[in-house]
């Protein structure tokens, strides 16, 4: 079940948030800014740290990682994965929730609040990354085309589109 | 380990910092925006000397033959962009809702006049007639014209009750206005004011002096319907009555 | 499905034990490091997220504990807390799932290999008194039935 659903600009700011599932603490607004930046910067620490944990072969650099991604559009014209979030937070699990992170190409931030996963489905991982994933990308599909394609709306700043909102109503149920 | 002061929107996505250029010349750097992106001389080198692939093996738009009846195709992202910059372009140059609506509608005007032409010619020669009666143009409008432009024809047509002058085309599912949302304060507005210039330059130039402005009818299941009121000239209508 | 490495965390934020295992050389005694990384730049960044995360599970529900979190594609970290505060940290790869049953046994071999040690100290950074000590042979753990026994037991682990 979906708890919650925040989209955070590139500079950490939370320009959306929409409760779709009574369950979280009922939070006031500034509470969530305070949140969303929070989460912002622990996002940029996990960065720092995961190069630095564990055995040293981390897997190729950012920068060669965006070569070979740049070009083999090139070469291939097929779109990659849209998430660039490689090495910062990526999901959270607590007894209560779970919370997932995504990251555009230029720096947009979406994060889900999930009910932690049930008992049962326990050891089914990737499959919970798979659902995520799926849903962060019709997300970003909608965001594309309600926010980015709507002339009033201005860049970075807060999402207040009801038509967005009846689309995000309308995916997640 | 560095104890480099950490960028929050950067490093995630690489170790950026202002100072950084991509090694590629492409590549976007939240750290610095939207100049990351800029054509350079570097850049353009690059672009000028990489071997690039025609995706599509169909000619270009300027080779194919202008009477060509098969629908041309292009892509709804693109138009709706290119609509979002000129309504949000045209909002910045007018001092109110309607302002912003005229010159929407000047914009589609010069449209109207020219794929009239288009579309006439495209019908051909021996089909082409002239229509003169107010109820022929109208049906040519709420069916081909608007076909052609949009791949479908008008859900409605209609004429006033009350007014003599009055006819309404009414569309359902507007292309344009679909990821468009009006904010509160601009409660009033219709951004189909383009295609209702689009109607009117069509009109005007097939001799039918009209006024043509576009209202939002919500009804359940279409929240964009919106109703195109065209309120012709007396003298068409004087014309009429002679015939 | 590997073990990266290993952290204890006591109430004053220290590092008090840490463990990095490596994964080439065949399994065995002192494959890896044992307390070489605990006043680093990593294991500071380490405490700072999972203080910070802490809170905020608390803030968005009550009474919530965090139990793991991911960093990109490849590490996954295993958090649990003892009612004394003392935060237990194991890292693997991406994929391993639940650990919390691991993490509570290893609090089992702390409480029976430091806390029931009459030689060890408990508190690894503080004297009775409350004056800060200098020396730091006291500040980790360097109990070597408790480096060989959490050793043993997460090799024997199928994810090892």
């Known amino acids: ?173 | 380990m560095s104890e480099d002061i950490i960028l929050p929107s950067a490093t995630s996505l690489s170790k950026l910092t202002i100072h950084d250029t991509s090694k590629t010349g492409f590549g976007y750097n939240p750290a610095i925006g939207p100049i990351s992106n800029s054509i350079t001389s570097e850049t353009s080198s690059i672009l000028i000397n990489k071997r690039t692939i025609t995706l599509s093996s169909a000619p270009s738009i300027y080779e194919r033959n202008i009477t060509n009846k098969k629908p041309v195709e292009i892509n709804l992202s693109s138009l709706s962009f290119l609509f979002c910059e000129i309504v949000n372009w045209t909002h910045g140059q007018s001092r109110g809702i309607h302002d912003l609506e005229m010159k929407l509608n000047k914009l589609g005007y010069s449209i109207g006049q020219r794929y009239l032409e288009l579309i006439k010619l495209r019908d051909g020669i021996k089909l082409n007639k002239r229509d003169l009666k107010i109820i022929d143009i109208l049906h040519f409008i709420h069916g081909s014209f608007w076909k052609s432009i949009f791949g479908k024809h008008a859900n409605e047509l209609e004429k006033s009750q009350d007014v003599p002058n009055e006819y309404m085309i009414i569309e359902n599912m507007p292309l344009l206005a679909k990821f468009i949302n009006i904010p509160k304060d601009y409660a009033d507005l219709n951004c189909g004011a383009f295609v209702a210039g689009i109607i009117e330059g069509a009109l005007d130039s097939a001799g039918f002096y009209v006024n043509v402005t576009a209202h939002s009818v919500p009804m359940d299941g279409f929240p964009l319907r919106t109703v195109f009121l065209m309120k012709f000239d007396q003298s068409c209508l004087i014309r009429e009555s002679i015939h | 499905m590997t073990i990266y490495s290993f952290f204890i965390f006591d109430r004053h934020c220290n590092c008090i034990y840490n463990r990095e295992f490596t994964q080439t050389s065949a399994a065995g005694v002192n494959n890896g490091l044992i307390n070489k990384n605990n006043t680093s730049h990593s294991s500071k960044l380490l405490f700072g997220i999972i203080y910070s995360l802490k809170s905020l599970s608390a803030k968005l529900i009550s009474e919530n504990e965090l139990t793991s979190f991911t960093l990109g594609q490849s590490f996954r970290f295993h958090f649990w807390e003892s009612v004394t505060s003392y935060k237990f940290v194991v890292v693997t790869g991406y994929d391993v799932d639940d650990m919390q049953q691991v993490l509570v046994r290893l609090h089992q071999y702390f409480v029976d290999c430091v806390a029931s040690n009459g030689l060890t100290p408990v508190e690894f950074k503080w004297s009775a008194n409350g004056e800060k000590l200098d020396n730091v042979g006291y500040s980790v753990i360097c109990n070597n039935s408790f480096v060989e026994e959490t050793d043993q037991y997460l090799q024997s682990l199928s994810i090892y």
Do not use: C, W
């Open chain 1, 1 to 173: 079940m979906l708890y919650s659903i925040l989209i955070l600009n590139k500079a950490g700011g939370l320009i959306y948030q929409n409760e779709v599932n009574p369950g979280l603490n009922k939070l006031s607004t500034n509470d969530y800014l305070v949140l969303a930046g929070s989460l912002h910067g622990i996002h940029a620490i996990g960065a720092q740290l995961a190069p630095n944990i564990g055995d040293k072969t981390v897997p190729a650099s950012v920068e060669e990682f965006n070569r070979n991604q740049n070009s083999s559009i090139m070469s291939t014209f097929k779109a990659q994965s849209p998430n660039t979030n490689r090495s910062g937070l990526q999901n959270i699990e607590t007894s209560l929730f779970n919370l997932y992170i995504f990251q555009t190409v230029t720096g947009l931030k979406f994060m889900l609040i999930t009910a932690p996963n049930p008992a049962e489905h326990k050891g089914e991982l990737n499959k919970q990354y798979d659902m995520a994933h799926e849903l962060f990308r019709q997300l970003y599909m909608l965001y594309s085309d309600f926010v980015m394609k709507d002339p009033f709306y201005s860049l970075d700043m807060p999402i207040k589109n009801p038509l967005f909102d009846t689309k995000v109503r309308e995916l997640v149920n």
